[in-house]
């Protein structure tokens, strides 16, 4: 994996666990409302892992946000 990528996967997780929090809802409970593991969840906000697409899809319609929203990168106040 290249740079780039590690900075794509860096930002997605940070947004992910920015729409997580706004909805006031733990690693725990997004796992169960998505019927993914906890640890899996921790592993895409700390960029550990490169989730499917159809994974992120899940996410973002539990978080109620558009998957474009999770994807979209921003000019780097993620940081």
């Known amino acids: 994996m290249n740079r780039d990528d590690r900075t794509f996967l860096q ?3 940070y ?14 409970q997004l796992a169960e ?3 993914l ?3 899996f969840i921790c592993s895409v906000e700390r960029d550990e892992r ?11 319609r539990v978080l109620r946000v558009e998957l474009s929203e999770l994807l979209t990168e921003t000019t780097g106040n993620e940081e």
């Not at 947004?15 to 725990?28: H, I, V």
């Not at 490169?50 to 973002?60: E, M, Q």
């Open 33 to 35: 409302q998505c019927d």
């Open 11 to 13: 930002h997605l997780g």
């Open 50 to 60: 490169n989730v499917s697409i159809l994974n992120l899809r899940l996410i973002a």
């Open 15 to 28: 947004r992910l666990r920015e729409r997580r929090q706004a909805r006031g809802l733990t690693q725990a």
């Open 37 to 39: 593991h906890r640890t």
